[in-house]
């Protein structure tokens, strides 16, 4: 697929939102299809209760969670208004986080996030899946656009941050009366 920059000379849509391959994950794989804008409430509602299991919510966060509930309302939303046709979700949810893939059958639509918008008009939503994502892209494959994102469970990060914090340097801190 051929890049056109944009007509005011600033980055392309296929530059904006990176072109990248859906990644292959391991995991429970949960899959939906979506026909309508109330589709997508019953389906987050479904992914809720999913992700509220003690063998998924044991390790997560509650922030982590919801991340995941509001990026798949984005993506979905997104697939439906912009992308059309059969659209279908995946979320496969790892041991380490969730990978999010919708697909839709405008394979020559590309993601394109807002740009010098008011946000009170909308279309900010790929930059807050972008914001909560660790990856994220989109791919055109035969007859199909994919737009994923790769969301943390929210404890590798807390893992990961105790393990920068240096040693204290006396094991015993007294204060005198």
């Known amino acids: ?3 056109e920059p944009s007509p005011d000379g600033g980055p392309s849509a296929a530059e904006a939102w990176p072109c990248a391959p859906v990644p292959s994950v391991a995991g429970d794989v949960w899959h939906w299809q979506l ?3 109330p589709m997508v409430s019953r389906v987050r509602s479904d992914l809720r209760a999913r992700i509220a299991h003690p063998s998924v919510s044991s390790s997560s966060s509650e922030d982590a969670r919801d991340g995941l509930l509001l990026v798949f309302e984005e993506l979905a939303s997104n697939a439906l208004r912009h992308g059309g046709g059969d659209v279908r979700a995946l979320v496969v949810a ?3 986080g969730w990978l999010l893939d919708l697909s839709d059958e405008a394979p020559d639509r590309p993601p394109v996030p807002a740009v010098d918008r008011d946000p009170a008009l909308g279309g900010m939503g790929l930059h807050l899946v972008a914001q909560l994502s660790m990856q994220y892209g989109w791919e055109s494959r035969p007859g199909r656009k994919h737009v ?8 590798e990060g807390t893992d990961a941050l105790r393990e920068q914090l240096p040693e204290p340097r006396s094991p015993e801190v007294r204060w005198r009366d």
Do not use: E, H, Y
């Not at 994923?148 to 404890?155: F, Q, T």
């Open 1 to 3: 697929m051929a890049q």
């Open 35 to 37: 026909t309508s804008m």
């Open 94 to 96: 790892s041991g380490n």
């Open 148 to 155: 994923w994102a790769r969301l943390p469970s929210g404890r």
